[in-house]
């Protein structure tokens, strides 16, 4: 029997975004093998820091472990982007030190995951709605964000899922920045296809980057 243990924010943590629907957690726990467990530790608004305290109540039969954060760290640092500037280096510059800040809380959370022992994976930050009139900007500017989780997870072999290829599509998304139930449902696939060990991998790297 195994137990897979969802930690980090509201991409877990979808339950009042999708009123009347299944979240992500139960829609998991339909995936999973006959008597697998999932629990659900990640809690709406959480941001990298946070995932510590949701170690502590990490159940004893816990048998991998899934961490979705950085969303709210980039949400926190997105005052950068309307701040006026004289030159594109200075405007890389205040994303370097916004991405630094994060890139030592960030490594910091993994390594106290990691050291629980457990198979783990850690999602990226995925865009936003492909139809958003600001996608472009969002996408570009998170993926200074997402570079420290795919350098960090690569690292130290722990396996990547990678949000931005799975939510693609308008309907993946109940708002600018929360999974839908369509959303949702591709998640947990993924998720369930990491626990289960059906996705490519390699030597240096292990990555799911599709539901199916």
């Known amino acids: 029997m195994g137990h897979v243990i969802l930690l980090g924010d509201s991409i877990f943590d979808n339950g009042v975004y999708v009123p009347g629907e299944p979240d992500v957690v139960q829609q998991l726990r339909a995936k999973l093998p006959f008597s697998w467990q999932a629990s659900l ?23 991998h ?25 200075e405007a890389v510059s205040l994303l370097e030190v916004a991405q630094s800040r994060f890139a ?3 490594a910091a959370m993994a390594d106290a995951v990691l050291a ?25 500017a998170l993926a200074v964000f997402n ?43 993924a998720i369930a296809r990491f626990a289960s060990g059906t996705f490519a991998a390699d030597a240096r790297c292990r990555v799911v980057a599709s539901a199916a």
């Open 41 to 63: 530790l990640a809690v709406d608004g959480a941001v990298t820091g946070n995932i510590l305290s949701q170690l502590t109540r990490l159940p004893a039969d816990a048998g």
């Open 65 to 89: 472990l899934v961490v979705s954060a950085g969303g709210n760290d980039a949400l926190g640092a997105s005052h950068v982007l309307g701040q006026s500037v004289g030159s594109v280096a």
């Open 104 to 106: 030592a809380d960030y």
């Open 116 to 140: 629980r022992g457990l198979p783990t994976a850690f999602c990226t930050i995925y865009d936003t709605p492909p139809s958003a009139p600001d996608h472009r900007i969002v996408r570009t």
């Open 147 to 189: 570079d420290v989780i795919t350098r960090t997870a690569f690292a130290r072999g722990a396996t990547l899922i990678d949000l931005r290829l799975i939510c693609d599509r308008d309907e993946d998304y109940a708002n600018p920045i929360e999974p839908s139930a369509a959303g949702g449902n591709k998640i947990a696939s």
